[in-house]
């Protein structure tokens, strides 16, 4: 079976500071997708920043980016110089054949003032 | 900007009913999929649809139906509502193609007495 692990249910980091969320996927496949998403509180999940497997180099959006280590089947997230607006639910997710996606269980991260 | 919309936010209904959850998306997407979120466990998959009338199980289609009339239009049907299916459900939509992060809707919180 696929699944996706995110072992941190819950993170809090100081504003300005840098979070690494981890990441952790089992597949038997070779070509795939990995996604992150923010679900803010009450409001709409959105998409972080994606990496295909085929690709080396790490994906980065801004103050986001990710460490992909294919190899170990580990996607994890590293938000630079946090700010309030990044707190929010994160999950990590995958995506397999057919377009199905599988969602982790999420990591609960808070900025602190 | 891609939009897709949920046609309730919050839903009361009582054990028995029939409900039915609506999604519409505007970007003229081919897959659509339906989630229900619970704490700590994640999204799960109740069923997904990558044409018109065309419909896939997910990981968790007991209890639920779908129909995709139109490609913009995709709904959920709970037949006899129960109280394990009070939950958060989430609609979204992916361009397909190649394309495969999703846009989701705001969601809507269903409570089954």
């Known amino acids: 079976a696929q699944t996706v692990t995110q072992s941190q249910p819950e993170m809090s980091v100081q504003e300005a500071e840098t979070v690494t969320l981890s990441c952790t996927y089992d597949t038997s496949e070779n070509n795939y997708y990995l996604f992150w998403y923010k679900q803010p509180p009450s409001r709409q999940m959105i998409l972080v920043i994606r990496?295909?497997?085929?690709?080396?180099q790490n994906a980065t959006e801004n103050r986001f980016s990710v460490n992909f280590q294919k190899a170990a089947k580990s996607f994890s997230l590293k938000i630079s110089d946090s700010q309030l607006g990044d707190t929010a639910m994160y999950f990590c997710a995958f995506k397999t054949s057919y377009d199905k996606v599988i969602f982790g269980p999420g990591t609960s991260l808070s900025v602190i003032p | 900007d891609v939009k897709v919309t949920q046609s309730s936010r919050y839903l009361v209904k009582r054990t028995g009913e029939k409900v039915f959850l609506e999604c519409v998306q505007d970007?003229?997407?081919?897959?659509m999929f339906w989630y229900r979120q619970d704490p700590g466990l994640g999204l799960r998959l109740i069923y997904f649809?990558?044409?018109?009338?065309?419909?896939e199980k997910g990981d968790i289609p007991e209890g639920y139906s779908v129909s995709r009339e139109k490609k913009e239009r995709f709904s959920l049907i709970l037949e006899s509502a129960s109280t394990n299916q009070t939950s958060m459900y989430l609609c979204?939509?992916?361009?397909?193609?190649?394309?495969?992060?999703?846009?989701f809707g705001p969601g809507t919180r269903l409570t089954v007495t």
């Open positions: 970007m003229d997407h081919e897959n």
């Open positions: 649809s990558y044409d018109v009338k065309m419909k």
């Open positions: 990496q295909e497997a085929y690709k080396q």
């Open positions: 979204a939509s992916s361009p397909g193609q190649g394309r495969y992060e999703q846009y």
